[in-house]
C-alpha cells in the first residue's frame, strides 16, 4: 500500500484536477460516479476549507474504537445514537480500514449537508485502494441521504417497540433513511457490502457529536488532511 499520501487526500487531488479540467475530461467525469464524488468533495474542500478529514489510525484513536464498539451492537441500541447526530460542517470525511470482504480496501466515507440543517446529511462512500499515488475504486460509489430528526420523531412515535421489536428498528431506518442515485448511475438498490458501511460512518459521526457535546475538546476539529 502507499503509505505516502492517504486515500482521501488522493480522492481531493483527483477532483481539483476535474474541477479545472473542460472538454472532454469533464464531459466523461460526469458519467463517472467515482470522478462526480471526487470533484464533489473538492468543491467542498475549496469553498469550505479546512475540511475535515479523520483518519483511523490518526490522532482520535477513541472516536474509532467507540464507533467500532457502537457499530457491533443490534441496531436497536444505536438508535437513538443516531438519532442524535449533527454536523456542523459542510464536509466532513472519515477514512478507514475495510474488513471481512473488503479486507485490504481503504474506505472514504464522505457526510455532506445539502442544505443549511445540521441534522440532514448526505452519506458517500468510496472502497478502493492506492497505486501509485492514485485512488482506484473497487466498489462503485453510492449514496445514501440521511435524515436524524426524522428517525428521532418516529422513535418517539414508537416508544419501547423499537427495542422489542428488531422489524421495528429496521422500519424506523427505513423512515429516515433512502437511497439516491448518483449522476452517472442508473436507478437501483445499493450494493449488499456497502450496507453496513454507511452506518458505521453515521455511527463515527453520532460518535464525534455526541463527544463534542460532552467535551467540546476531546475531538477538535481537524484542518484538511490531518486526522
Given at each position: ?68 464498539r457502537r ?48 441534522d440532514l ?107
Open positions: 500500500m502507499d503509505f505516502d499520501i492517504s486515500f482521501a487526500e488522493a480522492m481531493l487531488r483527483r477532483g481539483a484536477g476535474l474541477l479545472e479540467a473542460a472538454g472532454a475530461d469533464a464531459a466523461a467525469a460526469d458519467a463517472d460516479p467515482f470522478a462526480v464524488l471526487a470533484r464533489l468533495l473538492a468543491a467542498a474542500a475549496a469553498t469550505d476549507a479546512p475540511l475535515v478529514v479523520l483518519s483511523e489510525g490518526g490522532s482520535h484513536p477513541a472516536l474509532f474504537e467507540e464507533a467500532a457499530s457491533a451492537e443490534p441496531p436497536a441500541a444505536r438508535l437513538a445514537g443516531l438519532a442524535a447526530t449533527r454536523q456542523g460542517e459542510r464536509a466532513t470525511m472519515y477514512e478507514f480500514d475495510g474488513s471481512g470482504p473488503l479486507t485490504g480496501n481503504r474506505i472514504v466515507a464522505a457526510l455532506l449537508r445539502p442544505e443549511d440543517r445540521p446529511l448526505h452519506v458517500y462512500i468510496a472502497v478502493g485502494r492506492l497505486r501509485g499515488g492514485e485512488a482506484q475504486i473497487t466498489v462503485a460509489p453510492a449514496l445514501l441521504r440521511f435524515d436524524a430528526a426524522a428517525l428521532g420523531r418516529t422513535l418517539e412515535l414508537l416508544g419501547d417497540a423499537v427495542s422489542r421489536s428488531a422489524n421495528a428498528a429496521a422500519a424506523a431506518l427505513a423512515h429516515a433513511s433512502a437511497i439516491l442515485p448518483m449522476d452517472g448511475q442508473g436507478e437501483g438498490g445499493m450494493p449488499a457490502a456497502l450496507l453496513d458501511l454507511y452506518w458505521h460512518a453515521l455511527t463515527l459521526a453520532s460518535v464525534r457529536a455526541s463527544s463534542a457535546k460532552a467535551a467540546p475538546n476531546l475531538i477538535p476539529s481537524p484542518p484538511r488532511g490531518e486526522g
